[in-house]
């Protein structure tokens, strides 16, 4: 069975971290890469980070700020944001895929967490 448990979320002024946190049934954390994306209204969803078992991957707009890592004792993985600005605000999703390395495109992913809101004031 499929499971994410997100969390981590919440409301922080601009310069500010967060940590989100993803916890995941121990099927789905062998998946091939996981990765971290994001949703504001009316915007298409887009990539943060990817992980696999070695290597992590990140869009432009959060490279320097933000940190995936995985700690395979506890089927989890972890967003960690620094520096956070207004424009990152958005619900924040983790997901599993299959059959690549990694991925920011969200159409290769298979499996999706319900999201955990992040809000960051000016």
């Known amino acids: 069975q499929v499971q994410f448990l997100e969390s981590g979320g919440g409301s922080v002024q601009a310069g500010g971290s967060l940590r989100l946190s993803c916890v995941v049934s121990?099927?789905?954390?062998?998946?091939?890469?996981m990765g971290w994306f994001r949703q504001a209204p009316g915007e298409w969803r887009e990539g943060v980070a990817s992980?696999?078992?070695?290597?992590?991957f990140y869009a432009d707009s959060v490279k320097g700020r933000f940190t995936i890592s995985r700690d395979n004792a506890k089927n989890t993985i972890y967003l960690q944001m620094n520096s956070l600005k207004p424009e990152d605000t958005a619900m924040y999703y983790c997901?599993?895929?299959?059959?690549?390395?990694?991925?920011?495109?969200?159409?290769?992913?298979?499996?999706w967490g319900q999201g955990t809101q992040v809000t960051v004031s000016s």
């Open positions: 992980i696999n078992t070695d290597s992590a």
């Open positions: 997901a599993a895929g299959y059959g690549l390395r990694f991925s920011l495109s969200p159409n290769d992913y298979s499996y």
């Open positions: 121990e099927y789905t954390f062998k998946s091939d890469f």
